[in-house]
């Protein structure tokens, strides 16, 4: 049968469940950084949705992060906030959305993870870690000047000095961090089927 189309199995299942509740820990395990008006969050739900990627591989690792998401938005409070379907019209709500991408372009740029070098599985992670910050920049700056009623919007400058420049390095570290810890991990323990 296809591989495309075949049906999850246990193990995948459990390992993806397993990434979803990682995520949701990592929500909790958090540094609030005062910048003027805005509070950056930082945390290590980016770290477990990295792992999700690497040891997953893309589609499973999305699914996690797209099931940790689904879980918040019906009102069960894993976010680093709280929950529930307001929390779509928070303008950091990308950052969210930018985890799947996050695990789904590390997982397909690391689909022969076992034969990966370090220094490409840290060049994933940061491609991954740019499209995190694509998805949470557009829509932090989408939603605070065009939807959120009664806010002054954003500027493309204070944007990026805030959201991006402030927490591109740590999230950098966590990038590192991921790309070491899943290439200790991989000779240790029998992966699921990476998809």
């Not at 997953?56 to 069960?76: A, D, E, K, R």
């Not at 019209?89 to 969210?96: D, E, V």
């Not at 599985?121 to 694509?134: D, K, L, Q, T």
């Not at 400058?157 to 590192?176: G, H, M, Q, R």
Request: net charge positive; charged share 10%.
């Amino acid at each position: 049968m296809n591989d495309s189309i075949r049906k999850i199995g246990t193990k995948e299942l459990v390992a993806c469940a397993l990434f979803t509740a990682l995520i949701a820990v990592g929500a909790f395990i958090k540094i609030m950084i005062p910048l003027g008006p805005f509070a950056v969050t930082f945390s290590l739900q980016f770290f477990f949705a990295l792992m999700a990627g690497f040891l997953l591989g893309p589609v499973n690792g999305l699914m996690s992060v797209l099931l940790y998401l689904f879980i918040g938005l019906i009102g069960i409070p894993i976010f680093a906030h709280g929950g529930g379907p307001g929390y779509l019209m928070r303008p950091t709500f990308g950052f969210l959305i930018g985890f799947a991408a996050a695990a789904y372009v590390v997982g397909r740029l690391s689909k022969d993870l076992r034969a990966m070098p370090l220094r490409h599985m840290i060049a994933a992670a940061f491609a991954a870690e740019m499209a995190y910050y694509a998805c949470g920049l557009v829509y932090y700056f989408v939603m605070f000047n065009y939807v959120v009623p009664g806010v002054a919007g954003i500027g493309l400058s204070e944007l990026f000095s805030v959201w991006f420049f402030s927490t591109v390095i740590p999230d950098f570290a966590l990038c590192v961090a991921a790309a070491l810890a899943a290439d200790r991990i991989r000779p240790h323990i029998g992966l699921p089927r990476r998809r």
